[in-house]
Every structure is written in C-alpha cells, then in structure tokens.
C-alpha cells in the first residue's frame, strides 16, 4: 500500500539575492510519521517550512499540502488548508501583551471570529492542560513563564484548530536536557493520541532518535537524503558522517540505548 504524502515539495528553488539556498529540492511527509529535518547552518532549513506554510514565496517549485497546491490555490483554499495545520515557532513566538490563554486563542479569533468568547476559553483552556501546563499558566503573561513553559504555550496555540499537521522549529532549543527530554516525549505522545503528522526542525540528535521515525537531511541545497538513523548511517556523505558519527552523535546513540533498555525492564 503506498504512503500518502501530507506534504509533497518538488523541485523547490529558494534565493536572496545573489544567495541560493534551495535549489531542486524534494521532499515528501507522510501521514502519521514525525519527519525530522537536520542540516548544516544556512541550509535553509526555517527557509523550507516557511516556503510550505505560505510565509515565503519561492522562486521555482512546487508545493502541496493534503493534496492542495499551496502557491496556485484561490485564496479560500488557502484558509481551509491553513486551519488543518498548526505552527511552533523558534522560541515559541508569543505575544508578549497577551496572556497564554489569549495567545492560543488567537488562531481562533483569526478564523472563527463568529465564534462565542466563553467557548474559546474554554477550548484554550483544555489546549493548555493538553501540552502539560498547570491551568493556573492560562492567566499568566509569557514573560512569567519559565522557558520551557513557553514552549509548551507556544505548543497548545499551535494545537489550538486540532490540526492534522503540525510544524515544529527548533521545539527543544535552550532548554536543559530534562525539559527537552519531556517535550520530546510529550510531542510523541500528543503525535500517537492526535494522529498528527509532525514536521519537526532540530539540531538535538536525543530528539531525532528519540521520536522521529524518518530524518531528512538538508545539504548542497537539496534534500540529498531521506530515511531512519541507520539508513543515512549507511551512507558515505561527509556531513552526515560527521553529524551522525561525531562525539554527541555516539552520545545521543548511547542514551538512546539506555532509555531502551530501561523501558524494557
């Protein structure tokens, strides 16, 4: 049985000026799966999401999410394929005057403004305790909030519509090493129960072993490599030697081994 491609990118060309980043790319997500995207600085990986969520207009290229041309689209289109996903931006990106219940309400306001106010508390409420946040996190500003917690925020407004697609960049960036453990662990959960299809942008090698069932590696201004850990270790490119092979690439090997062992007692 083939896959369905959630998202289906072809021939994708990206540049600033004189600067190419993307040139030729494809890449296909599938339903279901957590696709990591790794690559070097400037490979554009940010550049990719923000091409396929409409925020950057590509050169060349083609882009199609649930099947829909996301380029070529009528702008009503458009709306209907926007609401079927949700975005986690670096940092979280919050609004730093609103509180973490107005925040997730925002996604709401933006496309059911018909919709009564006490129901999009409510909703964002329920969001809140969904990612891991105490209820009592839905009054305070961003500002009040712990890094982590941040995260989480900018989690439960990304879940806000019920999204079937879900885009995370750089979801554990700055955390310590138990708080990216739980948002690892509470992405795969939300991803299982949900049925989600994540499109996940990462440098942490913990979270690519430890949640996602496909990586795809960004280089040359291409996707010169899709598959599991050990599929791309078997091939001879020097960046995913170094990346893969390196000093925190056995490292992330090793703890991943451990955890393993210890869910296996």
Not at 2 to 31: C, M, P, T, W
Not at 78 to 95: N, S
Not at 178 to 189: K, L
Not at 230 to 250: K, M, V
């Amino acid at each position: 049985m083939s896959k369905e491609a959630v998202i289906s990118v072809r021939g994708l060309r990206n540049s600033f000026g004189d600067q190419v980043v993307h040139e030729n790319l494809d890449l296909d997500v599938y339903r279901g799966e957590i696709l990591g995207i790794v690559g070097g600085s400037g490979t554009g990986k940010s550049v990719l999401m923000r091409s396929i969520i409409g925020l950057q207009n590509p050169d060349e290229g083609e882009i199609r999410v649930f099947g829909e041309d996301t380029r070529d689209s009528d702008p009503t289109e458009q709306v209907e394929v926007r609401k079927r996903w949700g975005v986690l931006f670096q940092g979280g990106a919050l609004f730093s005057t609103l509180t973490v219940s107005e925040n997730v309400q925002v996604p709401i306001r933006e496309f059911y403004r018909g919709m009564d106010p006490a129901m999009m508390q409510e909703i964002a409420a329920y969001k809140v305790v969904m990612t891991g946040l105490p209820a009592e996190a839905g009054p305070k500003y961003p500002s009040e909030l712990s890094g982590g917690m941040r995260k989480r925020a900018g989690l439960a407004r990304a879940l806000a519509l019920d999204p079937e697609l879900l885009f995370l960049d750089e979801p554990t960036a700055g955390l310590d090493p138990v708080g990216a453990a739980a948002f690892d662990e509470q992405t795969r959960s939300l991803q299982r129960t949900l049925g989600l299809t994540v499109f996940l942008i990462t440098h942490d090698l913990d979270t690519l072993h430890a949640i996602c069932d496909r990586v795809a590696v960004l280089a040359d201004k291409r996707v010169i490599a899709v598959g599991t850990i050990d599929e791309l270790l078997a091939l001879d490119h020097p960046w995913i030697q170094e990346y893969f092979n390196g000093p925190r690439g056995r490292a992330a090997v090793a703890s991943a081994q451990r955890s393993s062992a210890t869910g296996n007692r």
